[in-house]
């Protein structure tokens, strides 16, 4: 390795050194969470794309998909899978909650309802063990056009 690489290498700015679990800390990373954190609903990745692009203007969409595996793989985002659709993503570790997905706009919402005593829906002979429950329909903003 030339004394120039040497340098630039040892010159690396702190945000792309591994951070405790082993992942980079880069410009793109930071501007994923941040998009994720304020949008505060499940997004998808070209969702992500456009809300991080705030803070880092030249992401592509092949970093967004590297990185929201990358954050899934270390705990911090969660799948969430819909019915017919590509999966989105949230901050994991949220309470347990229900999505509603509009038809029109495609975007998901977060539901904190959840329907009393699922159990009578079970056939007879059936042991319900977690459910997971996706509305579809129209937003408000899809609703009132």
């Not at 309470?95 to 904190?112: L, P, S, T």
């Not at 079970?122 to 997971?132: A, I, K, N, T, W």
Request: glycine share 6%; net charge positive.
């Amino acid at each position: 390795m030339s004394a120039r690489r040497r340098r630039s290498v040892r010159a690396a700015p702190r945000r792309n050194r591994p951070s405790p679990n082993g992942q980079r800390n880069t410009v793109q990373r930071d501007a994923l969470r941040a998009a994720f954190e304020r949008a505060d609903r499940p997004l998808s990745p070209g969702e992500a794309l456009a809300a991080a692009r705030r803070d880092a203007p030249g992401l592509g969409i092949a970093t967004v998909y590297r990185n929201i595996r990358a954050l899934v793989d270390e705990g911090w985002l969660a799948a969430v899978p819909l019915p017919g659709a590509p999966n989105r993503y949230e901050v994991a570790g949220k309470h347990h909650h229900h999505h509603f997905r509009c038809r029109v706009c495609d975007r998901v919402y977060e539901v904190d309802a959840c329907p009393p005593d699922l159990r009578t829906l079970v056939p007879r002979g059936f042991r319900l063990e977690d459910h997971d429950i996706t509305l579809v329909g129209r937003c408000a903003d899809c609703a009132r056009g």
